[in-house]
C-alpha cells in the first residue's frame, strides 16, 4: 500500500510537472495563437477587468464547484494542488525558456508542446488523485457520454475559444491546433500511464521484502 501511494504521487507530482512544461512552450509560441482557455481568460479581462490570472482562478473555481454538483461529492485534494503546483511550474519554466522570434521556431515550440503537455496530462491524471478543474470536466463528459476523450476535450475547448473569442479574445491557428489534437493526444496516454502504473505497483508487490525500497 505505501509504495502504491508513493508510486501514485509520483505520477501525480511527475504529470503535473511534464504537463506545464508543455503549457509553457504553446505559451511560448505566442505569435500563433494562445490555448481557448487562455482565449476566454484574456475575454473576461479585457470585458470585466480584474487580471488574466484572477480569472483563471475564478474560471478552475467555478468548474471545481460544478464537478463536484455532477459528482455530488467534494474536490479531491489532487485538483487544488494542480491549480497552485501548475502555475509555479509554468512560471519557473517560462523564467527559466529563451523566447522564440522566428516563425519556424515558434511552429517547432507549438507542436513539442502540444504533445508535451498531452503526455502530462496523461501522466497526472492516471494515479486517480485529483484532476485539475477542465480535465475534471472532461473526464465526467466523458463517463456521462460515452464518447471518447479527444472529441469531449476538442468540444469543451472549442466553447471556451468561442466565447473568449466573442469576448474579443485573440484566436489563432496555434489556438485551433491545441483543441484539436491535446485531447487526441490524451485519449492514447491516460491508458498508456494507467498501464505503466499498474505495472510498476505489481512488479514491486512481486519482489521478496529485502529487495523492496
Same mark, same amino acid.
Given at each position: 500500500?505505501?509504495?502504491?501511494?508513493? +508510486?501514485?504521487?509520483?505520477?501525480?507530482?511527475?504529470?503535473?510537472?511534464?504537463?506545464?512544461?508543455?503549457? #509553457?512552450?504553446?505559451?511560448?509560441?505566442?505569435?500563433l495563437?494562445?490555448?481557448?482557455?487562455?482565449?476566454?481568460?484574456?475575454?473576461?479581462?479585457? !470585458?470585466?477587468?480584474?487580471?488574466?490570472?484572477?480569472?483563471?482562478?475564478?474560471?478552475?473555481?467555478?468548474?471545481?464547484?460544478?464537478?463536484?454538483?455532477a459528482?455530488?461529492? *467534494?474536490?479531491?485534494?489532487?485538483?487544488?494542488? !494542480?491549480?497552485?503546483?501548475?502555475?509555479?511550474?509554468?512560471?519557473?519554466? !517560462?523564467?527559466?525558456?529563451p !523566447?522564440?522570434?522566428?516563425?519556424?521556431?515558434?511552429?517547432? #515550440?507549438?507542436?513539442?508542446g502540444?504533445?508535451?503537455?498531452?503526455?502530462?496530462?496523461?501522466? +497526472?491524471?492516471a494515479?486517480?488523485?485529483?484532476?485539475?478543474?477542465?480535465?475534471?470536466i472532461?473526464?465526467? *463528459?466523458?463517463?456521462?457520454?460515452?464518447?471518447?476523450?479527444?472529441?469531449?476535450?476538442?468540444?469543451? @475547448?472549442?466553447?471556451?475559444?468561442?466565447?473568449?473569442?466573442?469576448?474579443?479574445?485573440?484566436?489563432?491557428?496555434?489556438?485551433?491546433?491545441v483543441?484539436?489534437?491535446t485531447?487526441?493526444?490524451?485519449?492514447?496516454?491516460?491508458?498508456?500511464? @494507467?498501464?505503466w502504473?499498474?505495472?510498476?505497483?505489481?512488479?514491486?508487490?512481486e519482489?521478496?521484502?529485502? *529487495?523492496?525500497?
Open positions: 500500500m505505501k509504495h502504491s501511494l508513493m +508510486y501514485r504521487w509520483l505520477f501525480f507530482l511527475g504529470g503535473l510537472a511534464v504537463m506545464a512544461f508543455g503549457f #509553457t512552450l504553446v505559451i511560448k509560441a505566442d505569435r495563437g494562445i490555448s481557448p482557455w487562455d482565449v476566454l481568460h484574456v475575454g473576461l479581462f479585457l !470585458n470585466f477587468g480584474l487580471t488574466i490570472g484572477t480569472w483563471v482562478i475564478l474560471a478552475g473555481l467555478v468548474l471545481i464547484a460544478v464537478s463536484s454538483i459528482t455530488h461529492s *467534494l474536490p479531491q485534494v489532487g485538483t487544488f494542488l !494542480n491549480m497552485l503546483f501548475t502555475g509555479a511550474m509554468i512560471d519557473f519554466y !517560462n523564467f527559466i525558456l !523566447n522564440f522570434e522566428t516563425l519556424t521556431a515558434q511552429s517547432v #515550440t507549438l507542436v513539442l502540444i504533445f508535451i503537455s498531452g503526455l502530462g496530462i496523461g501522466i +497526472y491524471v494515479p486517480k488523485i485529483g484532476a485539475g478543474p477542465r480535465d475534471s472532461m473526464l465526467i *463528459l466523458v463517463e456521462k457520454t460515452g464518447l471518447s476523450i479527444s472529441i469531449v476535450r476538442a468540444g469543451i @475547448e472549442t466553447l471556451a475559444a468561442i466565447a473568449g473569442w466573442l469576448l474579443g479574445g485573440p484566436v489563432g491557428v496555434g489556438t485551433i491546433a483543441a484539436l489534437l485531447g487526441r493526444i490524451v485519449q492514447y496516454t491516460l491508458p498508456m500511464s @494507467e498501464r502504473l499498474k505495472k510498476l505497483i505489481e512488479k514491486k508487490s519482489l521478496p521484502p529485502v *529487495l523492496k525500497l
